[in-house]
C-alpha cells in the first residue's frame, strides 16, 4: 500500500502521464480522469491503437511509440493485461506504474520495481490528486457549484 507522501510526491513532481487504455468516449473512467489530470497541468499522452487523438493529443499505439520522456505509465487495463505494461515502463525509462482502481498485479509490479519503477495499484490518478489537493467535494468532484461560501446574491 503506498503512504500519502509517496503519493504527493508522485503526484507533485510527475508532469507527463502515459495513459494505457485511454478511451475517446467521455463517459468512460480513464477520459474522465484524463480530462481531469490535463486540466491541473498534467502532460497526458493517450496510448491505445484505436484512436489516432484523444483529449486534443496524438494517440500512441504502444508506449514504445512515444517519442518522448513519461514519468508516470497510468494503466486502466484489466489485471491481466498488465506484466507486458510494465516491461514497457521499464523499457521506456518511466519513474512510476500506476494501476487504477481495481486492478492489483503483483508479478507486474515486481517487474517494474526490478526495472527501478515506484508502484501504485488499485488507486485512480483523479481521486487521489483530488483528495490530496483539494479537490474532491461530497459527490467526488469539484464542480464549482457546491461550496461553503454563501451566493453573493444572499448576501
Known amino acids: 500500500m503506498t503512504d500519502i507522501p509517496t503519493l504527493?510526491?508522485?503526484l507533485v513532481e510527475s508532469r507527463s502521464i502515459a495513459v494505457v487504455g485511454l478511451s475517446a468516449n467521455w463517459h468512460?473512467?480513464?477520459f474522465f480522469a484524463?480530462?481531469?489530470?490535463q486540466d491541473h497541468?498534467?502532460?497526458?499522452?493517450?496510448?491505445?491503437?484505436?484512436?489516432?487523438e484523444v483529449l486534443g493529443q496524438t494517440c500512441y499505439p504502444a508506449l514504445e511509440s512515444i517519442p518522448e520522456p513519461v514519468d508516470v505509465v497510468d494503466c486502466f487495463r484489466r489485471a491481466a493485461d498488465i506484466p507486458p505494461?510494465?516491461?514497457?515502463?521499464?523499457a521506456i525509462g518511466a519513474k512510476v506504474l500506476w494501476l487504477q482502481l481495481g486492478v492489483v498485479n503483483e508479478s507486474a509490479?515486481?517487474?517494474?520495481?526490478?526495472?527501478?519503477?515506484e508502484v501504485v495499484m488499485d488507486?485512480?490518478?483523479?481521486?487521489?490528486?483530488?483528495?490530496?489537493?483539494?479537490?474532491l467535494n461530497f459527490i467526488g468532484v469539484n464542480t464549482g457549484l457546491i461550496s461553503s461560501r454563501r451566493p453573493r446574491h444572499l448576501v
Open 8 to 10: 504527493r510526491r508522485i
Open 28 to 30: 468512460r473512467p480513464s
Open 34 to 37: 484524463a480530462k481531469y489530470l
Open 41 to 52: 497541468g498534467y502532460r497526458v499522452i493517450p496510448v491505445n491503437p484505436a484512436y489516432d
Open 85 to 90: 505494461l510494465a516491461e514497457s515502463a521499464v
Open 109 to 117: 509490479a515486481a517487474i517494474a520495481r526490478a526495472g527501478g519503477l
Open 123 to 135: 488507486r485512480c490518478m483523479k481521486i487521489e490528486h483530488a483528495r490530496l489537493f483539494g479537490g
